[in-house]
């Protein structure tokens, strides 16, 4: 079952920054949109970042002017730039399609902000 891979997540103090990775199952290279999520302790999974096959950009208001979305050429890894971290972006971070498909959801990787 092709699945999306989410890699990079790490352990950061308040105000550092961290970039994750995403490898994106071949069925899928450059077709959708393509999105991150997150999912923080005891809530509901919410998305984070969209980019368009056409490049456009859009971010929850949460981590606007914070995180960045980019894909490559043929879009096959999709990366997200985080700057400024709070404690409050503490959470697993998954990619998938937007909208997502429930077959296609991976691991996850884990983003921890704390002093």
């Known amino acids: 079952q092709a699945q999306f891979a989410e890699s990079g997540g790490d352990w950061v103090q308040p105000g550092g920054f961290l970039t994750l990775s995403c490898a994106a199952p071949e069925i899928i290279y450059g077709r959708y949109n393509m999105a991150w999520y997150r999912q923080a302790p005891g809530k509901e999974r919410e998305r984070v970042a969209v980019v368009t096959p056409g490049g456009n950009r859009v971010y929850a208001d949460s981590v606007k002017g914070r995180f960045t979305i980019s894909s490559t050429n043929p879009r096959d890894t999709i990366t997200l730039q985080m700057t400024a971290l709070k404690p409050e972006d503490t959470a697993v971070y998954y990619c998938?399609?937007?909208?997502?498909?429930?077959?296609?959801w991976g691991q996850g990787t884990r983003v921890t902000v704390s002093s």
């Open positions: 998938n399609k937007f909208p997502s498909s429930d077959d296609l």
